[in-house]
Nanobody, 125 residues
Framework: QVQLVESGGGLVQAGGSLRLSCAES????????TGWFRQAPGKEREFVAA????????YYADSVKGRFTISRDNAKNTVYLQMNSLKPEDTAVYYC??????????????????WGQGTQVTVSS
């Protein structure tokens, strides 16, 4: 059973930085992508970033491009999301997820097969 555990969320002032971690365990096969999504109250879950396991190519939502960086540490089975220049509109619960079936585009929540429990990020103005 694949387990994903996010950490690193918290409260930060606008313009500040946070680094989220997604620790993965129980996986016996290589996924296609690991992605980060976020969901603010009353809004749909939205794509933030993804990294392709075969070649480490990264993908970003336009709203975070240039401010967020996704990376991975294979030895630690961990994917990171470095978030800089945070804005109040970045406030949300952030989730990591793994796509092992590659049935939908990587920016769709439905493409991902396993999800973490989420970590809260709050950016104050």
């Amino acid at each position: 059973q694949v387990q994903l555990v996010e950490s690193g969320g918290g409260l930060v002032q606008a313009g500040g930085s946070l680094r989220l971690s997604c620790a993965e365990s129980g996986r016996t096969f290589r996924p296609y992508y690991t992605g980060w999504f976020r969901q603010a109250p009353g809004k749909e879950r939205e794509f933030v970033a993804a990294i392709r396991w075969s070649n480490s190519i990264t993908y970003y939502a336009d709203s975070v491009k240039g401010r967020f960086t996704i990376s991975r540490d294979n030895a630690k089975n961990t994917v990171y999301l470095q978030m800089n220049s945070l804005k109040p509109e970045d406030t949300a619960v952030y989730y990591c997820a793994v796509d092992v079936s590659r049935t939908l585009p990587l920016d769709r929540p439905g493409a991902y097969d396993y999800w973490g429990q989420g970590t809260q990020v709050t950016v104050s103005s």
